[in-house]
């Protein structure tokens, strides 16, 4: 009998509940600390090593490390036999909330999507795409910083001076800074730093850079949304928002009751 998935409970073996996280993001991070001394066997999926280095650690953790398709997400659910499964992704990662939400109906098990409280949009350009961000600031002046990721920049190559307007924001991966220098970002334009910021910290970057224009997406109170709102106002910027896609879903706060409950039963 392996024991990372029985305990002995009073004199029989109980078998623990078996939970697939999607992590990668604060939510899944908060999940896994929340759950790490619950009767749980939790395997936390993520993309990189740099994710991995992000996560606590626990007892009752395992971490996967590497991208999956639907196929793939739908073999390890039928080689593991998941109780559950928890999408804490991004919430802009629709094509994996959508791989991972049909690959869970067609096994039949039970999926639970984490989302976050939509944020205050009051005085921000709301755009539907980073396509339309992207055709906004090209009829623009002025310097801007994105912080979008690195995983669609190539998205404002199009814009014309792009190399001498745009400053990026991204995570201090070797992949995201390969991926930067690649699409022609170079020198003090490549800002490789890890979150989150304060308020006062944007403020003094967007001035530093001379920004006017500040591009992100609705990342919520966990991603920092607010601080860059914040110091974009503070220091003179507009800011762009990228709307996020609507679904439903629970808070951390809600998931973390319903799965201590199931482990119990």
């Known amino acids: 009998m392996d024991s990372e998935f029985f305990l002995?409970?009073?004199?029989r073996w109980r078998k623990l509940k078996k939970v697939l996280l999607f992590a990668g993001t604060t939510e899944g991070r908060e999940l896994i600390e929340g759950l790490a001394g619950a009767e749980i066997s939790l395997l936390a999926c993520v993309v990189s090593e740099y994710g991995k280095k992000l996560l606590p650690s626990a007892e009752n953790l395992q971490v996967r490390v590497g991208r999956m398709d639907r196929i793939q997400i739908a073999a390890l659910l039928t080689e593991e036999k998941f109780d559950f499964v928890v999408d804490a992704t991004h919430p802009y990662a629709t094509e994996a909330t959508a791989n991972l939400s049909v690959a869970c109906r067609e096994a039949d098990i039970p999926y639970y999507r984490v989302i976050r409280e939509a944020s205050n949009m009051e005085g921000c350009i709301l755009v539907p795409s980073l396509e339309e961000a992207a055709a906004f600031l090209e009829v623009q002046k002025g310097n801007a910083?994105?912080?979008v990721g690195s995983k669609e920049l190539e998205i404002f190559t199009a814009v014309k001076d792009y190399q001498d307007r745009f400053y990026v924001r991204v995570l201090p991966a070797v992949s995201s800074l390969e991926k930067c220098k690649a699409l022609g970002f170079s020198g003090r334009h490549i800002l490789?730093?890890?979150?989150p910021f304060s308020a006062q910290f944007n403020e003094a970057l967007l001035k530093e850079l001379q920004c006017c224009w500040?591009?992100?997406?609705?990342?919520?109170?966990?991603?920092g949304f607010p601080e860059k709102q914040m110091g974009a106002l503070a220091a003179g910027a507009q800011i762009i928002v990228v709307s996020r896609p609507i679904e439903a879903g629970m808070s951390v706060k809600a998931l973390l009751e319903l799965l201590r409950k199931?482990?119990?039963?």
């Open 192 to 195: 490789a730093m890890q979150g």
């Open 262 to 265: 199931e482990a119990s039963l």
């Open 145 to 147: 910083l994105l912080t």
């Open 214 to 223: 500040l591009v992100t997406k609705d990342s919520g109170l966990e991603g």
């Open 8 to 11: 002995f409970w009073g004199r």
